[in-house]
């Protein structure tokens, strides 16, 4: 998400830099060469929306974990009483039985 968002950053700055010339060379034409605000504003919003939207969703991955280490949940891997699809899984599924069992 991190190179999306600098490849927006990059394409906006090379835009930037394209209507700056391409102003110049209209002012030199024309007086009175300024893009209308009311051009510019839809633009804008449009192209940082997805840069918002891009750190917030840092900080939440940042929460999560920080929430998994604090809960010190496993990265992958199972636990030593599951057994892989490999074996079955008939060791999970018969100690699920015999909680149902107790209960």
Known sequence: MRVAVQELHDSLQSLL???KQE???DCEAKSGGIMPLMEVIPA????SLPIEIASR???AVGTVKELAEMCEFKVGGRSGSETSAADGGIAV???TVKVLERV
């Open 23 to 25: 102003e110049s060379e």
């Open 57 to 59: 969703v840092d900080i």
């Open 17 to 19: 830099d394209a209507l």
């Open 44 to 47: 804008a919003t449009f192209a």
């Open 93 to 95: 599924e018969m100690e």
